[in-house]
């Protein structure tokens, strides 16, 4: 089946560091996709979206890049501090008729001080 | 508008009840998903819905459970009989559109069976 999946389960960085989150889709057809970031005790809450006629799009300290050719999805998340400990899911939809987002099962970011 | 609401927030029950969570979606949403997460499986979509109607429900795990959502301001998920391995966090999300605009999450129910 068609799944989208993530490179690394855990990633632990400095304070101040930059930040870089993978995922790896497997619909070639999807064409939107989102990073959620979810604290713990909390829902996931939207960082930051990409649709697929763009390869980049950049928020604040936080920059989405899209390669379609690879099928690949990454966040980077500039000058890392500790309020972006969270786990981060990227999501995308299928592009198909009907149907909702598919999340990764999500990479927790862990930032030390 | 004070986001997706759900409740209850933590919900114990016993082996065989029924169990039934309720969400509020955000005012003027067309879509309305149910999710599970777990450690081993992640997020897993259950049931979504749009204008009230259901769309795909291939996620609903066994006939045990159900999903209603009888006006745009009110679903729920209900599990009948609960069994230990339900025990997850549900998310309740809603969205402009089914999969091509962000949803938004309420805070989850967090559900022990035991």
């Known amino acids: 089946g068609e799944s989208v999946g993530l490179h690394l389960p855990t990633l632990s960085v400095q304070e101040g560091d930059n930040s870089i989150i993978n995922c790896a889709y497997s619909n070639s057809a999807s064409d939107y996709f989102i990073w959620y970031k979810q604290e713990s005790g909390k829902g996931p809450q939207f960082i930051i979206d990409i649709r697929s006629n763009m390869d980049k799009r950049q928020g604040q300290r936080v920059t989405v890049l899209l390669n379609k050719t690879v099928k690949h999805l990454s966040l980077q998340i500039a000058a890392t501090q500790p309020g972006d400990s969270a786990v981060y899911f990227c999501a995308e939809n299928p592009n198909q008729a009907g149907t909702a987002l598919i999340f990764g099962k999500g990479t927790t970011l862990s930032v030390s001080s | 508008d004070a986001g997706v609401i759900q409740s209850p927030r933590h919900e114990v029950t016993e082996m065989g009840q029924e169990v039934t969570l309720r969400c509020k979606p955000i005012?003027?949403?067309?879509?309305l998903f149910w999710y599970r997460q777990t450690m081993m499986r992640g997020l897993e979509l259950l049931i979504y819905?749009?204008?009230?109607?259901?769309?795909?429900d291939s996620g609903m795990p066994e006939d045990r459970f159900s999903a209603k959502m009888p006006n745009a301001s009110f679903s729920t998920l209900k599990i009948q009989p609960s069994e230990p391995r339900d025990s997850a966090v549900y998310f309740c999300?809603?969205?402009?559109?089914?999969?091509?605009?962000?949803?938004?999450f309420g805070q989850g129910t967090r559900l022990t069976v035991v």
């Open positions: 819905f749009n204008n009230n109607v259901p769309i795909d």
């Open positions: 005012s003027g949403h067309n879509s």
């Open positions: 999300a809603s969205s402009w559109d089914t999969g091509n605009t962000e949803a938004f």
